[in-house]
């Protein structure tokens, strides 16, 4: 599956150089890692966000978000946000910013 360069190069943008953030295609995609957690990627041409599991279904009342589900079995804690939700710099930097808080509190890998 191809997925959305333009938006993993704005992810890419937005992170900088910050320190403990690798790059892993995976998911069909581009997953950024951060000290081995995953934090954020790119599905496609949607955005997807690493959040606290039990934060999931409040998050999945804003607009333009979805459950991430491959397989047919949603895991919380992980979520979607289609293109309309990140037309700007500022909205994406607020979904990577919820996924950097999260997986920069678990345990390095």
Same mark, same amino acid.
Do not use: Y
């Given at each position: ?47 997807? &966000?690493?959040? %606290?599991?039990?934060? !999931? #279904? $409040?998050? =999945? ?10 397989? *047919? ?7 979607? &946000?289609?293109? %309309?939700?990140?037309? !700007? #710099? $500022?909205? =994406? ?10 997986? *920069? ?5």
């Amino acid at each position: 599956m191809a997925f959305d360069e333009r938006l993993a190069e704005r992810i890419r943008g937005s992170l900088g150089r910050r320190k403990g953030f690798a790059e892993k295609k995976m998911f069909g995609g581009v997953g950024f890692l951060l000290h081995g957690n995953m934090c954020v990627g790119v599905h496609g041409s949607e955005l997807i &966000v690493r959040l %606290a599991p039990e934060e !999931t #279904d $409040a998050v =999945l009342k804003q607009a333009n978000t979805r459950r991430f589900d491959l397989t *047919g079995r949603p895991m919380k804690g992980w979520i979607l &946000v289609e293109p %309309a939700g990140l037309r !700007t #710099d $500022a909205q =994406l930097g607020k979904w990577i910013a919820v996924a950097a808080k999260f997986a *920069g509190a678990l345990p390095a890998k």
